[in-house]
Nanobody, 115 residues
Framework: QVRLVESGGGLVQAGGSLRLSCAASRSSFRINAMGWYRQAPGKQRELVASITTGGSTNYVESVKGRFTLSGDNAKNMVYLQMNSLRPGDTGVYYC?????????WGQGTQVTVSS
């Protein structure tokens, strides 16, 4: 079982920045990847960015050049730096962690970008 604790959401004006953090508890199984998903009202949850323990990152096209995902393997933490935020980035952001056997989710943190 992996517990994920998220922080850093909030309300920001368009063009502003926020930084999300996610801490994963120690796991009996190795965490292979962590990332952030988001869900806007009335829409499906989508992957925003992910990072493997090897440092490989993946971003949804709409955030490339604006968001940066980084990780600290020793602390089992990931950070999502979000710059040049747009109203379309509004949603609940969920941290995720994957082992070879399961995927785990945080409780979510609200990000609201006003125009």
């Amino acid at each position: 079982q992996v517990r994920l604790v998220e922080s850093g959401g909030g309300l920001v004006q368009a063009g502003g920045s926020l930084r999300l953090s996610c801490a994963a508890s120690r796991s009996s199984f190795r965490i292979n990847a962590m990332g952030w998903y988001r869900q806007a009202p009335g829409k499906q949850r989508e992957l925003v960015a992910s990072i493997t323990t090897g440092g490989s990152t993946n971003y949804v096209e709409s955030v490339k050049g604006r968001f940066t995902l980084s990780g600290d393997n020793a602390k089992n933490m990931v950070y999502l730096q979000m710059n040049s935020l747009r109203p379309g980035d509004t949603g609940v952001y969920y941290c995720s962690a994957k082992t070879a056997y399961s995927a785990y989710w945080g409780q979510g943190t609200q990000v609201t970008v006003s125009s």
